[in-house]
DNA sequence: TTTTTAATTTATAATTAATATAATTAAAAG
DNA sequence: CTTTTAATTATATTAATTATAAATTAAAAA
């Protein structure tokens, strides 16, 4: 954890940002919920938890930034909200999810499944891959198990 | 083009909904803007021209019906807009998408490039895949040769 | 064809997510 | 310590989307 804080702060700094106490608190929430899909109102009123005075303003502006700097990536499953899910430590790509159409739950996929798949997109499209966004909609196991026994 | 309406139609019909003519005129701007991504305010604009009475929440209700039907995909591709992508006729899966980063270019990639890696979710992971979002984000073809060039 | 009925549209109003603004505060530099 | 710059707060605003209630209409039934 403070390991992951202070490499984090490293990045901020070497763009000229400060990790303010704000961002640092947000940084928490989001190393605490790390397997969660967090929108930013949910980020929100976690940190304000811990640190009542934050503003809604202040964690949108944190998060964006959080972005920019590839800590965080932002998801979008459909529902209106967009979600930031922290980048696992060292991964060069965004992780996969799957996502139920049963019962909403998320879950992730670490393994980069697309190496192949890219390959492909560059020789045969030409497109030079920076990064992915791939999420399956299906059944989780949890489901199938409930629809089997229900008949 | 009047084929596609007359299928559309009955998809409709087989699930007790009508083909309005609002209706109409709004998937007959999808077949004609088949390539682009178009947010619902765009489609909203479009019919206007051929349907000026239209109002812009028949529109939205008529995208979020032809989503549900499967005869458009919602996507959304970070900006704050959903977009509406007609499935291409008789496509099982929704297309993949190709954004550049620079040029902010969508390109489509019809081939269903994820059966292997669908076979290896479902197997490993027990999930049982009914769709997929698929986008990568990177350089496109005239970027790269842009960036060639300025060197 | 006319009637009937449930579905749909319109014209708002209301929500909600996200961003912008200006004044204030905190931090870093000199 | 004083100056300068970055960041935060509190609030207002924008923009996308959804909800509501009254009026209209497509399509099934008579
Ligand atoms: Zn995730
Ligand atoms: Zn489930
Ligand atoms: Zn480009
Ligand atoms: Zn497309």
């Known amino acids: 954890m403070e390991h992951r804080i202070e490499q984090i702060k490293k990045q901020l700094h070497a763009?000229?940002?400060?990790l303010t106490p704000q961002r640092e608190a947000?940084?928490?929430?989001?190393?605490?919920?790390?397997?969660?899909?967090?929108?930013?109102e949910d980020?929100?009123?976690?940190?304000?938890e811990k640190s009542p005075e934050i503003g809604l303003a202040t964690v949108y502006r944190t998060l964006e930034l959080l972005s920019e700097l590839k800590v965080v990536?932002?998801?979008?499953?459909g529902d209106g909200v967009s979600r930031y899910d922290l980048r696992k430590?060292?991964?060069k790509h965004f992780h996969h999810h799957l996502v139920c159409i049963e019962c909403g739950s998320v879950e992730e996929i670490v393994n980069d499944l697309?190496?192949?798949v890219e390959r492909i997109v560059q020789n045969e499209w030409g497109f030079e891959v920076k990064d992915h966004r791939l999420t399956?909609?299906?059944?989780?196991?949890q489901c199938q198990a409930a629809t089997v026994k229900a008949t």
């Open 15 to 18: 763009h000229s940002y400060k």
């Open 89 to 91: 430590e060292g991964a």
């Open 26 to 40: 947000t940084v928490r929430v989001l190393l605490e919920r790390e397997e969660d899909h967090l929108s930013a």
């Open 136 to 141: 399956f909609h299906g059944i989780c196991k």
């Open 43 to 48: 980020v929100y009123l976690l940190v304000k």
């Open 114 to 116: 697309l190496e192949d």
């Open 73 to 77: 990536d932002k998801i979008n499953f």
